[in-house]
């Protein structure tokens, strides 16, 4: 049975890119296979953040996460700190990833670059190794993620394949090479304020943050910043910001973006085109949200979290187990 795996890192608040690019497909792969969606929170003190913050994120993810429909007898949902198997194995994996291939990794550059070099803490700078632990732990074989996560995964890959490689045997491979799933619409949602910058939670702004109320998030897409030719079309290297509500409009009414730009032909008037977006995102985000609240209010994560972290350990400490013996280390038992 195919095993899918994918997390979130409470860094900051969930955008609407959060959503459409990882979070809203979830559901999807609950009926084709084995699921573990977990909240990386590990990986968000790569950067720096504040205790509370970093709880209340991480509550918000696993709220979001039930919100979502996803369901927790169908698929386990996990905090990455309970189960002590991922910072193991990270240990032993960052002997077989190398400083040139981790410095050449575009997330690490962007997020250094805007630090000061004081503050750029060797998390930051090793966090695809962990990543990378995340994933083989679970013998994951598809992951769905945003674009911006493929090249993690493309190093992720040659973990397996070098640790296959040296040792695995001609019958068994050690780690289970993984492939990355990214949605045909949506893969990459843009700033609102900047729509040649990504969305993204620890670089807010023109954000939609889904905690953000329906008239914050309407005022938001309705002061979108887009262009002067008024006439809606795809066609994003000029004209990112049109192109961007298009993606959020085709990814959210599940059409391709041909779909969306037929449907808007003809529309002059970019008032009445981010209404549409707007409804559209409304419909779809005011549910979730009402959902989200139940959750949050009820505090029924909380159970979900303990019981995941257990059955979610059960899985990783065998790989853990494997990849020792391995490489290796003396197992006492
Ligand atoms: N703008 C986006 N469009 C589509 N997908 C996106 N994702 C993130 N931003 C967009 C996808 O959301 C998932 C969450 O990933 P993550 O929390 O591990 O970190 P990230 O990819 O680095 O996301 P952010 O929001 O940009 O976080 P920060 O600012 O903390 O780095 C991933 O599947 C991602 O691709």
């Known amino acids: 049975m195919e095993r899918i795996l994918s997390g979130i890192k409470p860094t900051g608040q969930l955008t609407l890119g959060n959503y459409i690019g990882a979070l809203r497909h979830f559901k999807d792969f609950q009926d084709k296979g084995e699921v573990f969606i977990f909240i990386a929170d590990l990986h968000a003190l790569t950067l720096p953040i504040d205790p ?11 709220a979001f996460y039930l919100a979502s429909g996803l369901d927790p007898k169908k698929t386990t949902i ?24 981790l410095s050449r990794m575009t997330q690490f550059k962007d997020k250094s670059a805007k630090m000061n070099d004081k503050e750029i803490g060797l998390g930051l700078f090793a966090y695809p190794v962990l990543m990378a632990a995340d994933i083989v732990l679970y013998d994951a074989d598809t992951i769905p993620v945003g674009e911006d996560q493929l090249q993690h995964i493309e190093l992720c890959r040659d973990l397996v394949h070098r640790m296959n490689h040296k040792y695995g045997t001609k019958d068994h491979d050690l780690l ?42 309407r005022k938001k897409i309705m002061s979108a910043v887009t262009d002067m030719e008024a006439n809606v079309y795809y066609d994003p290297e000029n004209k990112p910001g049109v192109s961007n509500l298009l993606t959020i409009y085709a990814a959210l009414n599940d059409i391709s973006i041909e779909e969306a730009a037929e449907h808007f032909k003809g529309c002059t008037r ?5 209404k549409e ?15 989200y609240e139940e959750i949050i209010a009820s ?25 020792q013996n391995a490489v290796g280390l003396l197992t006492l038992e």
């Open 52 to 62: 509370e913050v970093l709880r209340n994120n991480t509550r918000d993810i696993a």
């Open 299 to 323: 505090g029924e994560y909380i159970e979900v979290l303990k019981d995941g972290a257990k059955r979610a350990s059960e899985v990783a400490n065998k790989t853990l187990k494997r990849v």
């Open 277 to 291: 977006v707007a409804d559209t995102v409304e419909r779809e985000l005011a549910p979730f949200k009402a959902r």
């Open 270 to 274: 970019y008032g009445d085109f981010k």
């Open 176 to 217: 289970v090479m993984p492939k990355g799933s990214v949605s045909k619409v949506g893969k990459r949602i843009m700033s609102l304020s900047d729509p040649t910058k990504k969305m993204s939670k620890s670089d807010p702004k023109g954000d939609i943050f889904l905690k953000d109320d329906m008239k914050t998030i």
């Open 78 to 101: 996990f905090l990455q700190s309970s189960v002590s198997a991922h910072a193991e194995l990270n240990a032993i994996a960052q002997n077989y990833l190398y400083m040139g291939e």
